[in-house]
């Protein structure tokens, strides 16, 4: 007689059943995604005030890290010791900081709150969501994404503009204006896969046909709902992507290799 697993279950039942991925988070112990989770984000926020407050100005001949974009005051430094980025930094942060896939995983991973499904609360403080602060910020996310777009625009900007030299102002193409576009399409593709933006979109309407520009706003909310079911895809892999971009800048800047270009 076959065996009977979930999967099997599944599959007479006409689902397809867990995936891969799925198999393989249900066969680790719960402990491993929150830990992942804290060393992932920690990192990178750590890398980040590292390269803003440490680090030079990333920026090398047609490139510009995205910490630093856009370019605001002098030589990178715009109040005293506060570089221009610091300021900058402060957009993406909120904007992340308030996402609502964030929160999960970092309520999760960071408070323990709780650390992951049916495990209790670890902390047994009264429960007051985010009808508090600082938690009560987090409802300022719909604020933050309207400044992301501004920023978003201003990335599209740098990576379309990488490809032109401003030593010899000649056009070409290199591995940095790749990774750059790559950066800003994944960025793109975070932003616009917001659960605000879809609920702005059309979230918020009863009926289509009767709706101010409803075929429109149909349209764009079934697009963004198609980017929003990988909301968490997006999230990781737009942060690694910012990651790379400014760490590939400041090798060139250390001169550990040169930009592999073709054209410039
Ligand atoms: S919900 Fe994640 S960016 Fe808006």
Same mark, same amino acid.
């Given at each position: 007689?076959?065996?009977?697993?979930?999967?099997?279950?599944?599959?007479? /039942?006409?689902?397809?059943?867990?995936?891969?991925?799925?198999?393989?988070?249900?066969?680790?112990?719960?402990?491993?995604?929150?830990? !992942?989770?804290?060393?992932? %984000? &920690?990192?990178? *926020?750590?890398?980040?005030?590292?390269?803003?407050?440490?680090?030079?100005?990333?920026? +090398? *001949?047609?490139?510009?890290?995205?910490?630093?974009?856009?370019?605001?005051?002098?030589?990178?430094?715009?109040?005293?010791?506060?570089?221009? =980025?610091?300021? +900058?930094?402060? !957009?993406? @942060? /909120?904007?992340?900081?308030?996402?609502?896939?964030?929160?999960? $995983?970092?309520?999760?991973?960071?408070?323990?709150?709780?650390? =992951?499904?049916?495990?209790?609360?670890?902390?047994?403080?009264?429960?007051?969501?985010?009808?508090? #602060?600082?938690?009560?910020?987090?409802?300022?996310?719909?604020?933050?994404?309207?400044?992301?777009?501004?920023?978003? &625009?201003? %990335?599209?900007?740098?990576?379309?503009? /990488?490809?032109?030299?401003?030593?010899?102002?000649?056009?070409?193409?290199?591995?940095?204006?790749?990774?750059?576009?790559?950066?800003?399409? @994944? %960025?793109? &593709?975070?932003?616009? !896969?917001?659960?605000?933006?879809?609920?702005? $979109?059309?979230?918020?309407?009863?009926?289509?046909?009767?709706?101010?520009? *409803?075929?429109?706003?149909?349209? $764009?909310?079934?697009? @963004?709902?198609? @980017?929003? &079911?990988?909301?968490?895809?997006?999230?990781?892999?737009? %942060?690694? !992507?910012?990651?790379?971009?400014?760490?590939?800048?400041?090798? #060139?800047?250390?001169?550990?290799?040169?930009?592999?270009? +073709?054209?410039?």
């Amino acid at each position: 007689m076959a065996e009977i697993t979930a999967r099997s279950v599944a599959r007479d /039942a006409g689902h397809p059943g867990p995936t891969l991925l799925e198999r393989f988070r249900r066969n680790q112990p719960w402990w491993l995604l929150p830990i !992942s989770v804290v060393a992932v %984000l &920690g990192g990178f *926020g750590l890398y980040a005030l590292v390269s803003v407050f440490i680090f030079r100005p990333g920026e +090398i *001949g047609p490139y510009l890290s995205p910490f630093w974009s856009p370019k605001i005051g002098d030589n990178g430094k715009l109040f005293g010791p506060f570089p221009g =980025a610091a300021f +900058i930094l402060l !957009s993406p @942060l /909120a904007f992340r900081g308030t996402c609502y896939y964030y929160r999960k $995983a970092y309520y999760r991973s960071f408070f323990w709150d709780p650390p =992951a499904c049916a495990l209790g609360e670890l902390r047994h403080r009264k429960y007051r969501g985010e009808s508090k #602060l600082p938690m009560a910020l987090n409802n300022l996310h719909r604020f933050t994404l309207y400044v992301a777009v501004v920023i978003l &625009g201003f %990335l599209w900007y740098d990576a379309l503009t /990488a490809f032109n030299n401003p030593a010899t102002g000649k056009w070409g193409f290199g591995l940095g204006s790749a990774i750059l576009v790559v950066n800003v399409v @994944l %960025l793109s &593709g975070y932003t616009f !896969s917001c659960h605000s933006l879809r609920h702005l $979109a059309g979230g918020g309407l009863d009926c289509y046909s009767t709706a101010r520009l *409803g075929t429109l706003r149909n349209r $764009a909310w079934r697009g @963004l709902t198609v @980017l929003n &079911g990988r909301h968490p895809m997006w999230a990781w892999v737009s %942060l690694f !992507s910012v990651l790379l971009a400014d760490v590939y800048i400041r090798m #060139l800047q250390a001169g550990w290799f040169a930009d592999p270009h +073709i054209g410039f």
